[in-house]
């Protein structure tokens, strides 16, 4: 599964890249060379520094389960925006989202659960 995202956000990298450098010569806006190779290969660790983050976070949690809100509270400071489309694609490698049904006390809502593969601590 990671290695499809990384394929997809190379692929979108690269164009990305192509579109940045065609329309800016070799440089980017402000004047910096610009280098795709560089670009996918930060991703690519970005992108791995964040599952591992995930599945940490709900590795830490009893029975690897967290409630929605908790999740994007524990996230959206790092995120930039231009990341959120890549977390949310990797909190559904890393987990399955469980709809709860509603109880006395209230609404359900929603709870990400670690999937079985992401439990085993390697």
Do not use: C
């Not at 610009?34 to 830490?60: G, I, K």
């Amino acid at each position: 599964m990671l290695q499809r995202i990384r394929a997809r956000d190379a692929a979108s990298a690269s164009a990305s890249a192509a579109d940045t450098a065609s329309a800016a010569g070799t440089a980017d806006a402000t004047g910096h060379p610009v280098n795709p190779e560089s670009s996918v290969q930060e991703t690519e660790a970005s992108a791995e520094a964040l599952l591992r983050d995930v599945v940490a976070f709900l590795r830490a949690r009893v029975d690897g389960r967290a409630p929605t809100g908790l999740v994007v509270d524990a996230f959206q400071d790092r995120l930039g925006d231009s990341q959120h489309a890549l977390f949310k694609r990797l909190l559904k490698v890393a987990a399955t989202l469980e709809k709860n049904p509603p109880t006395m006390g209230g609404g359900g809502g929603t709870v990400w659960v670690l999937k079985e593969e992401f439990m085993r601590v390697v």
